[in-house]
């Protein structure tokens, strides 16, 4: 919806510049950024919960959906104990908020981000970057996530001793 100082047409044409930069999947056109990932969800109706709500199996996931987006990942941090090394690292996934409501795709907290052959949990959520200042005019969707073990997903083997 177009405001009184932001018509329709302004509209479409910062769309159509964000997806050809961006990249636009569902159409089968790459952008000039080209960086995809892909998202699973969670299948709250398929994961099992003990009585205090915790996944006693893992979770389950939905299917992936492969989504253009703009990352912005922070340096590798690691962390050497008793335990042998850790890796840490926090990345910024920017997803344009149209591409997303195409899909009929909601990001949420806990989602999980396939990328660089890791696995990104998204820990927060942010739509707040307005067109014109307007609060109906969402732009992005902002998830900031963090690099999770696969170990903890059940996902693959992890050999053992």
Request: charge should be negative.
């Amino acid at each position: 919806m177009a405001g009184r100082f932001l018509p329709q047409r302004d509209i479409d044409v910062f769309e159509r510049v964000n997806k050809e930069l961006i990249g636009d999947l569902l159409n089968a056109k790459d952008g000039i950024i080209n960086q995809t990932v892909t998202i699973y969800k969670i299948s709250a109706y398929d994961t099992k919960v003990n009585l205090y709500g915790e996944a006693q199996g893992g979770k389950v996931f939905q299917p992936g959906v492969k989504v253009a987006c703009i990352i912005e990942s922070e340096d590798f941090d690691f962390n050497v104990d008793e335990f042998g090394p850790d890796l840490r690292q926090n990345a910024i996934f920017r997803f344009l908020r149209p591409t997303l409501l195409e899909l009929s795709l909601v990001t949420e907290i806990g989602d999980l981000i396939d990328w660089n052959y890791a696995h990104w949990e998204v820990s927060s959520v942010n739509e707040n970057q307005l067109v014109g200042g307007q609060y109906n005019q969402n732009w992005s969707v902002d998830c900031n996530a963090h690099l999770i073990r696969k170990s903890s997903l059940n996902i693959q083997r992890v050999r053992s001793i």
